[in-house]
């Protein structure tokens, strides 16, 4: 498997374990022409070509430069009750209900690029929200032309008050400065080696040390094929720069629980690796 990380030193691919450093920019390589045959050339590297620390974590950027990051949403029935027990009260259970079962998925626009946390990078929770949780999702790659090209991780950061309160207050529970966060690497999809479609979806939260909450599904419970995920996102509407699509959650802490300054984050998907994250 070939995994595409975004360093100090600018891309590098990792072919088990041989590095191969890139020269073009994050969004020139990934979003190019050239890709699949810089990914041949990685595949074919013998020996390592930069140091294995570059990708230790003090070294890893954002896994994105000009692209834009959506998301899905109720695509796991998980999120469907968990969202329609939270908006009961404001009169909006109905509406998960309903995008469950629909032929057209929710999507929203999740995060422009300098809203993206990095690897061990900090992500933040809302000064005007009490309920807040992440939500560790399957992030597709996707180039202009809307082809899967690979796959991240993905930290959903939500506000469940401020989405409870009313529906329509959604864009503000999911977006504001550090509500995403994506890496540690672009999986790079491969049709003779699939992502396999049990993956795990792994989150724990830690708090002075100690595991605060820790659950995991898996992609088998995923609603929506991604195919139709990105069909839908792609109608009527162009990306230049590519999108990265979160696929939703699967995985809802209990509702006495709430994210606190100084948790520790940490998302796996087999065999895209974890994603840690401080909340700021
Ligand atoms: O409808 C609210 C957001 C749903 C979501 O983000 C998810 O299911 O992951
Ligand atoms: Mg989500």
Not at 36 to 60: K, Q
Not at 250 to 268: N, Y
């Amino acid at each position: 498997m070939i995994r595409l990380y975004n360093t100090v030193a600018g891309p590098v691919f990792d072919a088990n374990g041989h590095l191969r450093p890139m020269r073009e920019s994050w969004s020139e390589l990934l979003m190019g022409d050239r890709l699949p045959t810089a990914i041949r050339e990685a595949r074919a590297v013998t020996r390592t070509g930069a140091d294995p620390t570059l990708l230790a974590e003090v070294n890893l950027l954002p896994p994105i430069a000009h692209e834009e990051v959506w998301a899905a949403g109720v695509t796991y029935l998980r999120s469907k009750v968990a969202r329609m027990e939270e908006s009961k009260d404001a009169g909006g259970g109905n509406f998960y209900d309903k995008v469950y079962e629909a032929p057209r998925p929710e999507l929203f626009f999740k995060a422009a690029p300098h809203r993206v946390a990095g690897p061990g990078q900090k992500v933040r929770i809302r000064h005007d929200s009490k309920w807040n949780v992440p939500e560790p999702e399957l992030a597709l790659v996707v180039n202009p032309k809307g082809l899967i090209l690979g796959f991240t991780i993905g930290n959903d950061m939500s506000s469940r008050d401020i989405e409870g309160e009313n529906p329509l207050y959604l864009p503000q529970a999911k977006v504001y400065d550090g509500c995403c966060a994506l890496g540690p690497c672009v999986l790079i999809a491969d049709p003779n080696e699939p992502l396999p479609k049990d993956a795990a979806v792994e989150l724990e939260i830690r708090r002075g040390g100690e595991v605060a909450f820790s659950g995991k599904t898996s992609l088998a419970q995923m609603k929506r094929k991604f195919e139709e995920l990105v069909s839908w996102l792609f109608r009527d509407n162009s990306f230049p720069s590519g999108v990265y699509l979160l696929t939703g959650t699967g995985v809802v802490p209990p509702d006495t629980f709430t994210l606190q300054s100084g948790d520790d984050i940490a998302i796996t998907i087999p065999p895209i690796g974890t994603l840690r994250n401080k909340v700021a």
